[in-house]
């Protein structure tokens, strides 16, 4: 059974880091963050392969790096230079591995809670 518990979020103010952790349970294959902002739809932010590979959703790259440390259970992302529109509930996502490609941020199927980001301008 695959448990993800986020912690890490929290208020800054713009220009400012935030770095979020996932504490990871059961979980092998590919994992992620995603977040959602009121009054939006959940979207991926960063993603990292089983392989080692990772992707970024287009308004973070190069500001947020996702990492992961397999002997600990951990998954992270640093954010650096946030912007309000960052502002959102961040979770952490895993979904299995598959032997054929799929799309980014696509069949996750296990989610933490989340945890809170506010950037303030």
């Known amino acids: 059974q695959v448990q993800l518990v986020e912690s890490g979020g929290g208020s800054v103010q713009a220009g400012g880091s935030l770095r979020l952790s996932c504490a990871v349970s059961?979980?092998?294959?590919?994992l992620a963050w995603f977040r959602q902002a009121p009054g939006k739809e959940r979207e991926g932010v960063a993603q990292?392969?089983?392989?080692?590979?990772?992707n970024y959703a287009a308004s973070v790259q190069g500001r947020f790096t996702i990492s992961r440390d397999n002997d600990n259970n951990a998954l992270y992302l640093q954010m650096n230079n946030l912007k309000s529109e960052d502002t959102a509930m961040y979770y952490c996502?895993?979904?299995?591995?598959?032997?054929?490609?799929?799309?980014?941020?696509?069949?996750?199927?296990?989610w933490g809670r989340g945890t809170q980001v506010t950037v303030s301008s």
């Open positions: 059961g979980a092998t294959g590919t």
């Open positions: 990292h392969n089983y392989d080692g590979g990772t």
């Open positions: 996502a895993a979904r299995p591995r598959f032997f054929k490609p799929v799309p980014p941020f696509a069949h996750f199927d296990s």
